[in-house]
């Protein structure tokens, strides 16, 4: 492991903006996927409620962040992205852009640390982009799997890198997990680059602690933080195994097996006392544990097991219910105390993507206003009710992007940002 700190100079800054409604990391507030008092648009196109659009320099199924007047999103180039590039030309990329009219205000760059996997077999689905920023306000963190976790101030000055490691897992399908930061922690998962949970202080970059496992190797989610009778524990998901992890120090509280095989890719979900645990291949499954415990409390905490499930996208719990539109392009409701499908209801006018797999759907849905956003790749954005009776309110479609729409939307007071693999879209209810 290498991990060097960069100095800067002082500079003088440009006044940020923050406020509670900003939408800081993968799946937003608390990574819910549920923007709280929030009415962004529910019907958009090329023109009806566009604020603005601005270019990307490449592909990625990162999410943008919003915080304040800004917002952040990555990007590849150089490999894989379309291109005759080689890998040596492959770099990952930082954008900040101005929320109020869309133009970029800079764009910063790190060269891939090779050997990078190659872009063949399942990396073809997300590509070298797939890890969300996340921000506190003051600084924004982009991680690039191998090529390391990175600190920039608003202004794009880069305060400290930080190299994870250099492995891969046993599929070379590249990470994408995405960063989130607790409690003066920045949270990494690590587990293609390390098999490790890393911790990281945000002002410097240095180690606060790390928690290895050889089976986190194909643990691609985000972990989350639950609270139990005031204590927390730091989830993930990996195969066969739901951990809850001391955010203090990195170590191990307990653990509950799942029996979900292969690879494991959505995030852990919280709501109503229960934990939820998704994914899997070849067979796929949902398990519901009570939060609490300590060692192993598979037998007295694992609550329910379907078979019905979602295979990346990440599901949003609400009112007592999860609500999803997996890969295949299925919408479901789950009662989330029994494990009972409410509903499962296949999209229409669903469209394939350009994948290796065609899987229609990437991203997570995510909720505001009562109703939930499933991007798809190619046949829009679908709005749907977010109640146990299924309804799609509306089907946006953007006829003037026709590249592939992968990142999960981020939403912020009456706006929702969607990125494709060529541009940045902001839509604001008039």
Not at 125 to 143: I, K, L, R, W
Not at 288 to 301: E, F, L, M, Y
Not at 402 to 416: C, G, M
């Given at each position: 492991?290498?991990?060097h700190?960069?100095?800067?100079?002082?500079?003088?800054?440009?006044?940020?903006?923050?406020?509670?409604a900003?939408?800081?990391?993968?799946?937003?507030?608390?990574?819910?996927?549920?923007?709280?008092?929030?009415?962004?648009?529910?019907?958009?196109?090329?023109?009806?409620?566009?604020?603005?659009?601005?270019?990307?320099?490449?592909?990625?199924?990162?999410?943008?962040?919003?915080?304040?007047?800004?917002?952040?999103?990555?990007?590849?180039?150089?490999?894989?992205?379309?291109?005759?590039?080689?890998?040596?030309?492959?770099?990952?990329?930082?954008l900040?852009f101005?929320?109020?009219?869309?133009?970029?205000?800079w764009?910063?760059s790190?060269?891939?640390?090779?050997?990078?996997?190659?872009?063949?077999?399942?990396l073809?689905?997300?590509?070298?982009?797939?890890?969300?920023?996340?921000?506190?306000?003051?600084?924004?963190?982009?991680?690039?799997?191998?090529?390391g976790?990175h600190?920039?101030?608003?202004?794009g000055?880069?305060?400290?890198?930080?190299y994870?490691?250099?492995?891969?897992?046993?599929?070379?399908?590249?990470?994408?997990?995405?960063?989130?930061l607790?409690?003066?922690?920045?949270?990494?998962?690590?587990?293609?680059?390390?098999?490790?949970?890393?911790?990281?202080?945000?002002?410097?970059?240095?180690?606060?602690w790390?928690?290895?496992g050889?089976?986190?190797?194909?643990?691609?989610?985000?972990?989350?933080v639950?609270?139990?009778?005031?204590?927390?524990?730091?989830?993930?998901?990996?195969?066969?195994?739901?951990?809850?992890?001391?955010?203090?120090?990195?170590?191990?509280?307990?653990?509950?097996?799942?029996?979900?095989?292969?690879?494991?890719?959505p995030?852990?979900?919280?709501?109503?006392?229960?934990?939820?645990a998704?994914?899997g291949?070849?067979?796929?499954?949902?398990?519901?544990?009570?939060?609490?415990?300590?060692?192993?409390?598979?037998?007295?905490?694992?609550?329910?097991?379907?078979?019905?499930?979602t295979?990346?996208?990440?599901?949003?719990y609400?009112?007592?219910?999860?609500?999803f539109v997996?890969?295949?392009?299925?919408?479901?409701?789950?009662?989330?105390?029994?494990?009972?499908?409410?509903?499962e209801?296949?999209?229409?006018?669903?469209?394939?993507?350009?994948?290796?797999?065609g899987?229609?759907?990437y991203a997570?849905?995510?909720?505001?206003?009562?109703?939930?956003?499933?991007?798809?790749?190619?046949?829009?954005?679908?709005?749907?009710?977010?109640?146990?009776?299924?309804?799609?309110?509306?089907?946006?479609?953007?006829?003037?992007?026709?590249?592939?729409?992968?990142?999960?939307?981020?939403?912020?007071?009456?706006?929702?940002a969607?990125?494709?693999d060529?541009?940045l879209?902001?839509?604001?209810r008039?």
């Amino acid at each position: 492991m290498i991990r060097h700190i960069i100095p800067i100079a002082i500079l003088l800054c440009v006044a940020i903006t923050t406020n509670s409604a900003d939408w800081r990391q993968f799946r937003g507030p608390n990574a819910s996927g549920i923007a709280k008092n929030a009415n962004p648009p529910s019907e958009w196109d090329g023109q009806r409620n566009l604020k603005w659009r601005a270019t990307l320099p490449g592909p990625g199924t990162s999410s943008p962040i919003i915080v304040g007047n800004r917002i952040f999103v990555t990007c590849y180039t150089g490999y894989g992205d379309g291109s005759n590039g080689r890998m040596e030309d492959l770099q990952r990329r930082l954008l900040a852009f101005d929320r109020k009219n869309g133009n970029e205000l800079w764009q910063k760059s790190v060269k891939a640390a090779l050997p990078e996997d190659n872009y063949n077999g399942y990396l073809t689905e997300h590509g070298y982009a797939s890890h969300t920023p996340t921000s506190d306000g003051e600084n924004v963190y982009a991680f690039f799997g191998k090529s390391g976790v990175h600190a920039y101030d608003m202004n794009g000055t880069r305060k400290w890198s930080y190299y994870v490691g250099r492995r891969s897992n046993n599929r070379r399908w590249g990470s994408a997990a995405s960063l989130m930061l607790h409690d003066g922690k920045l949270i990494v998962n690590a587990a293609d680059e390390a098999r490790a949970i890393i911790a990281l202080d945000p002002t410097t970059g240095s180690e606060i602690w790390k928690a290895p496992g050889d089976g986190l190797e194909l643990a691609f989610g985000t972990p989350i933080v639950v609270d139990h009778d005031g204590r927390e524990s730091l989830l993930i998901a990996l195969p066969q195994e739901l951990w809850g992890i001391n955010p203090e120090n990195g170590r191990l509280r307990w653990l509950a097996e799942t029996g979900i095989p292969g690879n494991v890719s959505p995030s852990v979900v919280q709501g109503g006392g229960l934990v939820y645990a998704f994914g899997g291949y070849p067979t796929r499954a949902t398990v519901a544990v009570k939060t609490g415990g300590s060692r192993d409390v598979s037998q007295s905490h694992k609550i329910w097991r379907i078979s019905k499930t979602t295979y990346v996208p990440t599901p949003i719990y609400h009112d007592g219910h999860l609500y999803f539109v997996n890969d295949q392009g299925f919408a479901y409701c789950i009662h989330g105390s029994t494990g009972d499908i409410v509903y499962e209801e296949r999209l229409p006018g669903l469209a394939g993507g350009r994948g290796r797999g065609g899987r229609p759907v990437y991203a997570s849905a995510v909720m505001a206003n009562g109703n939930y956003y499933a991007v798809t790749r190619q046949a829009g954005t679908y709005v749907i009710a977010a109640k146990p009776q299924f309804k799609v309110v509306a089907q946006n479609q953007i006829d003037s992007d026709r590249s592939q729409f992968n990142a999960t939307p981020a939403i912020a007071d009456n706006e929702i940002a969607l990125r494709s693999d060529s541009h940045l879209h902001l839509f604001a209810r008039q």
